[in-house]
């Protein structure tokens, strides 16, 4: 009976976490995370796009919800590295926010109306994302809040809004 060894090197890529552990990744995995996240970034892009021709004014959030101290927290800052012509660079990025946007609109007699907007291709919520949608309306932060998520129709790629208050109705 032959045993066959798999190459477990060539297989996984090790990465440090942001608290210093080491963490071992499979390859495939890790290019699923970039191309998912590449479409991600690019859904973001068609959500604001599509808010801004509505007539919305749109701009990223940059903050969160503490929801120990029940508080609104700006976010951290992610410093990511990267090499450019055989130099290191550091990039801050902001976006980490949640909601992902904040839109508001001109109502009638100088009132705006004020937005959040998730953006989830699958249009999905986490128990956590809820609990936070809770906190923001709750304390009116945002009159409401849209969950932006993808449709595909006919080689077509549309935008349907749900509206969070809908979605924490069925939560038990």
Do not use: H
Request: hydrophobic letters at 35%; aromatic letters at 10%; proline letters at 1%.
């Amino acid at each position: 009976m032959e045993l066959k060894s798999r190459n477990i090197v060539s297989e996984y890529k090790t990465v440090f976490n942001e608290d210093g552990s080491i963490k071992f990744v499979k390859k495939e995995d890790e290019e699923r995370g970039k191309k998912s996240k590449r479409s991600g970034g690019q859904f973001e892009l068609r959500v604001r796009k599509d808010l801004e021709e509505k007539g919305w004014i749109v701009d990223k959030w940059s903050n969160n919800v503490d929801l120990e101290n029940g508080k609104i927290i700006p976010v951290k800052r992610v410093f990511k590295k990267f090499k450019a012509k055989e130099e290191i660079r550091t990039v801050g990025t902001i976006g980490t926010g949640f909601p992902d946007f904040i839109a508001f609109q001109l109502m009638n007699d100088k009132k705006y109306k004020i937005i959040g907007v998730e953006v989830k291709i699958n249009g999905l919520l986490g128990r956590i994302e809820k609990e936070k949608c809770k906190w923001y309306l709750e304390n009116k932060i945002f009159s409401e809040i849209l969950v932006a998520r993808k449709l595909k129709e006919k080689n077509r790629v549309r935008v349907e809004y749900n509206n969070v208050s809908e979605i924490l109705k069925r939560m038990r």
